[in-house]
């Protein structure tokens, strides 16, 4: 069974610039989420979508918003880029939120360097 | 969700049992335990979770206290791929068995598996 893929792995902006990342589950996955990690902040929580609805949200401000499709796929948008967006940004899903193992498999990220 | 602490690094011998403690005083009684690894430049792996029993699965043993205000990892061979940052994690389980997928990540600990 294939893993957690996130699309692009690398990429760089400039600052005011606007990026799309994107995440596809594992297979029969309906939970996604989402997170930051940098050196200083540690991996900190985005967003959660299960069937196409945000069900959790962590303390990002506006810029940083998201989207589940009807096949699961997610994407996160940060609009107005900022130097301290530079970050790797990870995807993780899971069979369903409501499960109380609700492992979640983590993808390999996606390496965001702001300019 | 509780906090954890945890010591920021720890060295194993190969071979050799690692014992990974985690301080979780303020756990509440619907909160269970999780652990994850990263292993650099990957994203994080579910390793186990447990409520109060000892758990054991194929990567590693789950010893909470009675008390659960604490709990230890256990890998019981550690080899150099062991070599990662472990994250001990608390998370809400809800009444009816349903949970969110947020994890709130701490600083974890570096565990450095020598040969």
């Known amino acids: 069974k294939a893993g957690v893929t996130q699309t692009p792995r690398y990429l760089i902006k400039t600052r005011g610039q606007q990026v799309t990342l994107s995440c596809s589950p594992i297979?029969?996955?309906?939970?996604v989420s989402w997170y930051q990690q940098t050196p200083g902040q540690g991996l900190q929580f985005l967003f959660e979508?299960?069937?196409?609805?945000?069900?959790n949200k962590g303390n990002f401000p506006g810029r940083f918003s998201g989207r589940q499709f009807s096949n699961s796929r997610s994407e996160m948008n940060v609009s107005t880029l900022e130097l301290g967006d530079s970050a790797l940004y990870l995807c993780?899903?899971?069979?369903?939120?409501?499960?109380?193992?609700?492992?979640?498999?983590f993808g390999p990220g996606t390496r965001l360097t702001v300019l | 969700d509780a906090k954890t602490t945890q010591p920021p690094s720890m060295d194993c011998a190969e071979g050799r049992a690692a014992n990974l403690p985690c301080n979780h005083s303020?756990?509440?009684?619907?909160?269970?335990v999780y652990w994850y690894r990263q292993i650099h430049s990957q994203g994080p792996q579910y390793i186990i979770h447990?409520?109060?029993n000892n758990e054991t699965n194929e990567m590693a043993s789950l010893i909470i206290t009675e008390d659960r205000k604490s709990s230890t990892l256990i890998l019981p061979h550690a080899t150099l791929r062991d070599t990662a940052v472990y994250y001990c994690?608390?998370?809400?389980?809800?009444?009816?068995?349903?949970?969110?997928?947020?994890?709130?990540f701490g600083q974890g600990t570096i565990l450095t598996v020598h040969p």
């Open positions: 993780a899903s899971s069979f369903r939120p409501g499960a109380v193992s609700n492992e979640q498999f």
């Open positions: 447990g409520l109060k």
């Open positions: 297979s029969g996955h309906r939970s």
């Open positions: 979508y299960f069937s196409e609805t945000q069900r």
């Open positions: 303020t756990i509440s009684g619907n909160e269970y």
């Open positions: 994690i608390v998370r809400v389980v809800n009444a009816g068995g349903t949970s969110y997928g947020k994890l709130t």
